[in-house]
């Protein structure tokens, strides 16, 4: 059934993995550090060039495991109300929300973008 245990934790173990994966491709520390460094800018008490690759990558494996688990949990979660609860039917999926939330969140950054460059006041503060 699309609903057992061994789907829920399938499910939630390839969104984590699949979010590590993402940002291994999506962000490049080393590309991340030459940046910062050609800009003159520096994270303190961290030395410039590998230390700060090294330092760059921690930090996001390090925040990817929370939001990745976040994003997991809010997928997850209708299956484990119809699992656990006595709820036959659930009228939305997690995966539907997330996608809501986001053309949602990104709607209204284009929107703000828009009023910003007709110098109206924003409306994202």
């Given amino acids: 059934s699309s609903q057992g245990l061994l789907y829920i934790v399938s499910f939630a173990l390839l969104?984590?993995?699949?979010?590590?994966?993402?940002?291994?491709i999506a962000f490049?520390?080393?590309?991340?550090?030459?940046?910062?460094?050609?800009q003159g800018g520096f994270i303190p008490g961290i030395r410039p060039g590998p230390q700060t690759e090294r330092y760059l990558g921690k930090v996001v494996n390090r925040i990817t495991?929370?939001?990745a688990l976040f994003v997991a949990f809010i997928a997850i979660?209708?299956?484990?109300?119809?699992?656990?609860?006595?709820?036959?039917?659930?009228p939305f999926a997690g995966t539907t929300v997330l996608i809501a939330v986001g053309v949602a969140l990104d709607l209204m950054r284009q929107v703000d973008s828009?009023?910003?460059?007709r110098n109206y006041e924003g409306f994202l503060k």
């Fill in 15 to 24: 969104i984590v993995a699949f979010a590590y994966f993402y940002n291994s």
């Fill in 28 to 38: 490049d520390p080393i590309r991340q550090a030459d940046q910062i460094r050609r």
């Fill in 65 to 67: 495991l929370p939001g």
């Fill in 77 to 90: 979660l209708p299956y484990i109300v119809l699992w656990v609860g006595d709820v036959q039917s659930f």
């Fill in 114 to 117: 828009q009023l910003m460059l």
